[in-house]
């Protein structure tokens, strides 16, 4: 056998080594900077989620009290489209399943509420003075159950 037969031994080029000893420092660097950053990012983007159902909880809240306020000053319609609006929120909260701001006892705390809601909204509708007791104690029991 010839010697020309073995394959030679690839020298590494000059240039190629100097962009190898540049870039693998230049990499640990920008990790350096990048996992603590992202790190960061993932707490903050955890409070801001349970900031974001917070609101959430407290803006329905706030538009089942609109309804009761707007049904003792007599203004029904804007009271029975506030609480429409709040049946149509709580009905997609609690659609939402396991990704619910509502824990699962308030999810089957709710359920009793919507049995209400066709006979509240309609006596809004027809202007009756009795929807500001049943709005009030929906009101009641919606905090009840959100406090649990």
Same mark, same amino acid.
């Given at each position: 056998?010839?010697?020309?037969?073995?394959?030679?031994?690839?020298?590494?080029?000059?240039?190629?080594?100097?962009? @190898?000893?540049?870039?693998?420092?230049?990499?640990?660097? +920008?990790?350096?900077? +990048?996992?603590?950053?992202?790190?960061?990012?993932?707490?903050?983007?955890?409070? +801001?989620?349970?900031?974001?159902?917070?609101?959430?909880?407290?803006?329905?809240?706030? @538009?089942?009290?609109?309804?009761?306020?707007? @049904?003792?000053?007599?203004?029904?319609?804007?009271?029975?489209?506030?609480?429409?609006?709040? +049946? $149509?929120?709580?009905? @997609?909260?609690?659609?939402?399943?396991?990704?619910?701001?509502?824990?699962?006892?308030?999810?089957?705390?709710?359920?009793?509420?919507?049995?209400?809601?066709?006979?509240?909204? $309609?006596?809004?509708?027809?202007?009756?003075?009795?929807?500001?007791?049943?709005?009030?104690?929906?009101?009641?029991?919606?905090?009840?159950?959100?406090?649990?």
């Amino acid at each position: 056998m010839s010697d020309d037969a073995q394959p030679k031994p690839v020298k590494a080029n000059s240039s190629t080594r100097r962009v @190898t000893i540049y870039a693998v420092p230049l990499l640990v660097a +920008f990790l350096l900077g +990048f996992v603590p950053m992202w790190l960061k990012y993932r707490k903050c983007s955890a409070s +801001f989620s349970d900031a974001e159902q917070q609101v959430s909880l407290a803006r329905r809240q706030n @538009t089942l009290a609109s309804a009761v306020i707007d @049904t003792r000053r007599g203004d029904y319609e804007p009271a029975r489209k506030a609480a429409s609006d709040f +049946f $149509t929120s709580l009905r @997609t909260e609690t659609d939402r399943g396991k990704e619910s701001a509502l824990s699962q006892a308030q999810r089957a705390g709710v359920q009793a509420l919507f049995n209400q809601r066709d006979e509240i909204i $309609t006596l809004l509708a027809r202007r009756d003075p009795a929807a500001l007791d049943r709005l009030s104690d929906l009101y009641v029991s919606y905090r009840e159950i959100m406090n649990r």
